[in-house]
């Protein structure tokens, strides 16, 4: 059989010979044709790219996470070399110690929700440990320490391990709980104190890049600041006390934090785009992810009720963009919304703790609060902070013997002061930032 195919096969052979020449030079002009753009963008894009991180890198911004990193400080200015003796963190295995169990952490979860009488006496005898009391002294001394540098990765980029944060938030926890005691005893300055140092140790972790930081930073910040809420509620707070904490509270710039974590993130995200190859589609998408980055860095030092529109729009164009223009970029790029929410969050609750502090020194002064905001502010010599939601003053009313005083929120409506954790503990985003005072 197969001799009489032979010539079929023989003479297919003569016909790939005849067109091989004129095959060969349709695959040479096609190559050509795509040669020619491809180069083409590639020196375009190319040329905008590196113009734009000269430029970054004229105005002394990072564009690794190296270079977005802490530097080095003295072992005896460094804040991390004493919390570490209570972190015992290994940051190239991404493992730490926890200084409480399991349980132990619900028991302080479950006393900040509900602080009776037999769960304050397990707290009180957990916070007597010796383990627990060297603890809280090492975060008191390493609090007061300027600077603040681990031995993090940062080379790691994306895959860098964090795992101190978890312990920020335990020591946060422990704080506060130890702030709270000291309040239910009678000793509110001193449990205020407490607070500084709670406050002190959560900037100390907000020194570090990236956005995630951010966000634990502020995680931080809520716990302290809601160990201020149940201490100052149902308490007299002196003016000397207050006006010592409100001096403190003046030096917190969430803004400026915020704005550094933003300016870190976006050199961790050309960190990234230096691992990838230098095709011209990379070389858009990662021109895309400046511009939007850019934008959202611009936008970081504004309150929210300035910034919202343009973070919206943002987002909206973002999902506009073909999918084969930024696929890195939609990866890489932060949820611009949340991440404002968040910070407008922070600053509320700053504000608001400045405006409660004010609130108690007046009437520790003049034995009742004030009708308006208005008649306290003629008493200060600072500018009563704003609500960065609305953009006008905070909400506040008398109460009973106390007040009632909140920000209307990231849903921008005044919900008559409806709490944002309900009455089974649940939260809720879209409603009001409140803090009440009882008395």
Not at 63 to 79: F, S, W
Not at 171 to 184: E, N
Request: aromatic share 10%; with cysteine.
């Amino acid at each position: 059989m197969g001799h009489k195919f032979f010539p079929a096969f023989a003479g297919m052979g003569r016909w790939l010979v005849r067109i091989a020449p004129k095959v060969g030079l349709g695959l040479l002009v096609l190559f050509v044709l795509l040669a020619i753009p491809w180069t083409y963008f590639k020196i375009k894009w190319g040329r905008q790219l590196e113009a734009e991180l000269a430029a970054l890198k004229a105005q002394g911004m990072p564009l690794t996470m190296v270079e977005a990193a802490p530097k080095p400080v003295p072992d005896d200015q460094n804040a991390a070399v004493l919390y570490q003796q209570v972190f015992r963190v290994d940051f190239d295995s991404g493992q730490s110690k926890s200084l409480l169990s399991g349980e132990e952490h619900q028991l302080l979860k479950d006393y900040r929700k509900k602080p009776d009488a037999q769960l304050q006496k397990q707290v009180r005898e957990l916070l007597a440990r010796p383990q627990v009391q060297e603890a809280l002294g090492t975060f008191r001394r390493g609090s007061q320490r300027r600077y603040c540098v681990f031995p993090v990765n940062w080379q790691d980029g994306a895959g860098v391990l964090s795992p101190h944060m978890a312990r920020f938030r335990e020591a946060s926890q422990i704080i506060a709980a130890q702030a709270f005691i000291l309040a239910k005893e009678g000793h509110s300055a001193e449990a205020l104190d407490w607070c500084q140092v709670a406050l002190r140790m959560s900037e100390h972790a907000a020194s570090e890049p990236t956005l995630i930081i951010q966000f634990v930073y502020i995680a931080l910040q809520n716990i302290t600041f809601g160990a201020v809420k149940q201490i100052v509620s149902a308490a007299e707070v002196p003016a000397a006390t207050a006006d010592r904490f409100q001096t403190y509270l003046r030096e917190i710039d969430p803004y400026k934090t915020f704005t550094t974590g933003m300016v870190a993130e976006r050199a961790l995200g050309c960190g990234e785009f230096a691992r990838m190859p230098k095709t011209p589609n990379l070389k858009l998408d990662q021109l895309t992810y400046l511009r939007y980055m850019g934008k959202q860095i611009e936008l970081a030092g504004l309150p929210y009720y300035e910034s919202r529109a343009e973070h919206e729009a943002l987002e909206v164009d973002m999902k506009k963009l073909p999918p084969y223009q930024a696929p890195l970029t939609r990866i890489l790029c932060p949820v611009f919304s949340r991440a404002v929410q968040k910070r407008g969050q922070a600053v509320a609750n700053l504000g608001l703790c400045r405006i409660v502090l004010a609130l108690k020194a007046y009437k520790y002064e003049r034995g009742a609060y004030p009708d308006t905001l208005q008649q306290l502010q003629q008493t200060l010599d600072w500018q009563l902070p704003e609500d960065p939601f609305s953009g006008q003053d905070f909400v506040y009313r008398q109460q009973g013997k106390g007040f009632l005083l909140y920000s209307i929120g990231q849903d921008l409506e005044d919900d008559g002061g409806l709490p944002s954790r309900d009455e089974r503990g649940k939260w809720h985003d879209d409603r009001d930032i409140v803090w009440e005072c009882v008395r």
